[in-house]
């Protein structure tokens, strides 16, 4: 599985950019808050992908943020009737905090007001998600008082890799709550690994 791209960018549209890796070219599918982010064609750029395969192709969904690309999978993964392209519309529709904030709060009306949602799918929206996100968002707001910035930033985004890999949320949250306590793993990526470890032998 392709995870990230380390390369010059060559050409960036709003849904679209080339990165060249080693003299390779890869076409990337961007929502358009990855768009607002990409640095200067020609210039260096690490692009986080997603890559889903069909019978008929291959294609990445590339992310310049790692909680652009968790709500991306939260999307697809839990939300039937949800694919690739409707996710990327989410994202390019709305903010990450802003979409969190909707679901949690119910809030229909705006998750329908994006391009490609009707009423019906921004109901299944929130029905499917609510939960998942709903727990992370609860817990970072809870978690504001108590700890820096920076480190709910990673603590929170760390949970939703986590309920992205198929993980219960509560089980993702008391895995990075236990090791925060604990002083192991500052950045999301050290919380991830750690939490996957202590998962998996059942500590």
Not at 9 to 19: D, G, K
Not at 74 to 94: D, E, Y
Request: proline letters at 3%.
């Amino acid at each position: 599985m392709i995870t990230f791209l380390n390369g010059t960018l060559v050409s960036a549209l709003p849904t679209q950019a080339t990165i060249d890796v080693s003299g390779v070219g890869y076409e990337v599918f961007i929502p358009l808050s990855s768009y607002d982010k990409l640095p200067a064609v020609g210039q260096p750029v690490r692009i986080l992908t997603h890559l889903t395969v069909r019978e008929d192709a291959h294609l990445l969904y590339g992310f310049m943020t790692p909680a652009e690309r968790d709500l991306f999978r939260l999307l697809v993964n839990n939300v039937s009737g949800i694919g690739p392209k409707l996710a990327l519309a989410v994202l390019s529709g709305m903010s990450v905090t802003n979409f969190k904030a909707a679901v949690v709060n119910s809030d229909v009306a705006t998750i329908s007001k994006i391009s490609g949602l009707g009423k019906k799918t921004a109901e299944r929206i929130v029905l499917e998600l609510k939960d998942k996100v709903g727990v992370a968002a609860s817990w970072e707001a809870v978690s504001a008082a108590h700890a820096p910035r920076s480190e709910v930033e990673q603590a929170n985004e760390a949970v939703l890799a986590l309920i992205a890999l198929g993980y219960k949320q509560v089980d993702a949250h008391k895995a990075v709550y236990d090791l925060q306590q604990k002083g192991e793993g500052k950045s999301a990526e050290e919380l991830v690994k750690l939490a996957l470890k202590k998962m998996a032998s059942g500590r």
